[in-house]
Structure formats: C-alpha cells, structure tokens
C-alpha cells in the first residue's frame, strides 16, 4: 500500500465520520525514522479509528489496496491489529473489524466483522475445502469477492478528487447486523 494512498482514504473516512455527525477519534500513527527504529520504542496503535454512534462503538482498522485482494502478510495486517480486534470484539456493543479499500475496482469499500475475517482466514491458510465460499479462497490473502460475500459495503462517491463515504449508513448497518 502506498502511504499517501492510505493516508488519503483515512482523511476521506475520517471527513465523512465528522460530515454524518458521527462521533470519531482518528489514531495518528507515529513516523519514526529507520535509523532510529531499533533504538526508540513505540507503542503499536490498535486500530486507526473509533467510530461512536449511540449505544455503539466501532474500533476499525483500514486498509487501503490497489489489488483485488489484501494480503495476509505482516507487512499488510499486523498480528497486533487481529488480536486487538477480537478482544475488543468481546465486549457488549463493540461492532470491531476491518475496513477494505480496493482502489481500482471503482474505490469499493467493505467492512469485514473481525470474526468473519478470521474464520476465512483459518479456511484459507489451513486450506480447508469444505466451505461456503462461492468466491475463491487464496492461502495468502482476503480478496474482494470474499469481502463482498461477508462484509458490509459502504457506499461511497467522488466529489471532484475526494471520496465521501456513507459512514452513519454503514454503522446503522452493521448495529443491525451485528449489534
């Protein structure tokens, strides 16, 4: 992912959280220098957001890609990221998962409950045939046709160069689906 392409769709989400009146706290995260990488410790964000919409809070990570797929690799999710993901998911009223952004495919945009995504990703590195899956599995990576099967998507459209995403819709959503 490029870091001006992600950085971008957060500004977007997080401009499309304020304009739907929704209450939101964007985790900044921390440049540090690869020089200094191994001699400062930082502690690692959670998520990249939290989304409020009474009784409901929405701790979401997002991703950004210009594939047709996000990979499962390290330097895409960060083990950090699911683990921080399911605990929050544990608790009464927190709706917690991930948020695709498949840039080249009309800027479609899914949120994936953090439970979903991790019973498709034991089907997927385990190589577990017998699934419900009618697009296909790949070991490494959750494509959009998977996304599309077991996520939410959240609308979005193009101003002039920016995108506005129908955030209070999506979370109205997803309360119903998962509340």
């Known amino acids: 992912m490029a870091s001006k392409d992600g950085k971008i769709f957060q500004e977007d989400f997080q401009n499309s959280c304020i304009k739907d009146g929704l209450f939101e706290d964007r985790i900044k995260d921390v440049f540090i ?3 200094y990488r ?19 809070l929405l701790p979401v990570e997002l991703k950004s890609v210009q594939e047709n797929r996000v990979s499962f690799s390290e330097s895409m999710i ?3 990221q699911i683990e921080a993901l399911k605990e929050a998911s544990k608790h009464d009223g927190v709706i917690a998962g991930f948020i695709f952004n498949f840039r080249s495919f009309d800027n479609k945009t899914y949120f994936v409950h953090i439970r979903d995504f991790l019973k498709y990703k034991n089907i997927a590195e385990n190589q577990i045939k ?12 959750i494509p959009i046709g998977i996304c599309e099967e077991v996520g939410l998507e959240i609308k979005n459209r193009i101003l002039k160069t920016r995108y506005r995403y129908e955030v209070k819709n ?3 959503e997803a309360a119903k689906r998962y509340g």
Do not use: M, Q, R, W
């Open 33 to 35: 220098p690869p020089e």
């Open 38 to 56: 191994t001699k400062i410790p930082t502690a690692k964000n959670k998520y990249d957001f939290y989304i409020y919409l009474k009784p409901y």
């Open 78 to 80: 960060k083990k950090h």
């Open 130 to 141: 017998e699934h419900e899956y009618k697009s296909k599995v790949n070991k490494g990576s």
């Open 170 to 172: 999506f979370v109205l």
